[in-house]
């Protein structure tokens, strides 16, 4: 489409999108006092509103009809589109009757559309030029439209896809690195990620087997900490031996007896007959301390 010839200078640089919503008088013949005259009649007020005009559409339909030279035994399909007085005539005859055939369009409409331009008969509303202008503009940018428009459709699914990737990628680091993360910020004195847990780590309550000190005492025993004790006398330390305490774990005694917490193993090395598992230990257990400070 040659804008240059179809639209005035100021509209000749727009897009064809653009144009479709430009005003009436954008196109060339079509002055301000002929579209406000559309306006009055139709509420015309865009190139688009002209292009979708429902009564030259019909108006083109009827002429088509007319000149195709076809037998039409009724103009049934067009009882909606005509005025009553016109459904028995033939496409021809309504072709060349007035525009307030059509249903709809008023007397006034008619004469508001004859000082506009010129328009007598429902062929003249057919074949106006200027509606012929807007219906091209209008299919041409709706083809345009859907050209450009067609990678835009999948710019939100881009995006999302790109948030998502980024995601996954976040997580995949996150599950490598957590590891190393966790050993950091957990770590005590230098002490691997292994040494963080029983005897010395997080804890659960838990029944306990009676062991040779507390023979027929059953009690409560917390995983990684010592049995809550009926009471009773604790032996004295003497020498290179150690009398466990409530609240104590091998950590708590490797640190006080031998001035670091990596010594616990070989406590429990060392009493391997009294220590049956390293995360239960009794109070009034008397342990041997390889290594005393």
């Known amino acids: 489409m040659d804008l240059n010839k179809t639209f005035i200078k100021s509209y000749q640089d727009k897009r064809l999108v653009d144009l479709v919503d430009a005003p009436v008088e954008a196109i060339q013949g079509v002055s301000k006092k002929d579209a406000e005259l559309l306006n009055q009649a139709?509420?015309?007020?865009?190139?688009?509103?002209?292009?979708?005009?429902?009564?030259?559409?019909?108006?083109?339909?009827?002429?088509?009809?007319?000149?195709?030279?076809?037998?039409?035994?009724?103009?049934?399909?067009?009882?909606?589109?005509?005025?009553?007085?016109?459904?028995?005539?033939?496409p021809g005859a309504i072709a060349k009757a007035p525009i307030h055939a059509l249903q709809g369009i008023s007397k006034k409409d008619a004469a508001l559309m004859d000082v506009a331009f010129h328009i007598k008969t429902v062929r003249d509303l057919g074949e106006l030029k200027y509606i012929k202008i807007a219906q091209m503009t209008l299919d041409q940018a709706r083809m345009d439209d859907s050209i450009t428009k067609e990678p835009i459709k999948w710019k939100p699914y881009l995006k999302w896809g790109s948030v998502l990737f980024l995601v996954i990628i976040a997580v995949l680091i996150l599950v490598f690195l957590w590891p190393t993360i966790h050993r950091s910020t957990g770590s005590r004195q230098g002490i691997s990620e292994i040494e963080k847990f029983p005897p010395y780590g997080p804890a659960r309550i838990t029944e306990s087997k009676q062991g040779p000190e507390t023979a027929g005492k059953t009690q409560k025993v917390r995983t990684g900490k010592v049995a809550q004790p009926a009471p009773e006398t604790v032996e004295p330390d003497n020498g290179q031996y150690y009398t466990v305490k409530k609240a104590d774990t091998l950590w708590d005694i490797s640190k006080e007896q031998t001035g670091t917490i990596r010594n616990w193993k070989s406590i429990y090395e060392a009493n391997k007959e009294k220590i049956k598992d390293p995360q239960f230990i009794f109070p009034g257990q008397r342990l041997t301390i390889p290594g005393r400070k």
């Open 42 to 90: 139709f509420n015309v007020k865009t190139v688009r509103d002209l292009a979708e005009l429902k009564y030259s559409l019909w108006a083109r339909e009827i002429c088509e009809l007319a000149d195709s030279g076809a037998k039409v035994g009724s103009m049934a399909p067009f009882k909606d589109k005509l005025d009553k007085k016109y459904e028995k005539k033939t």
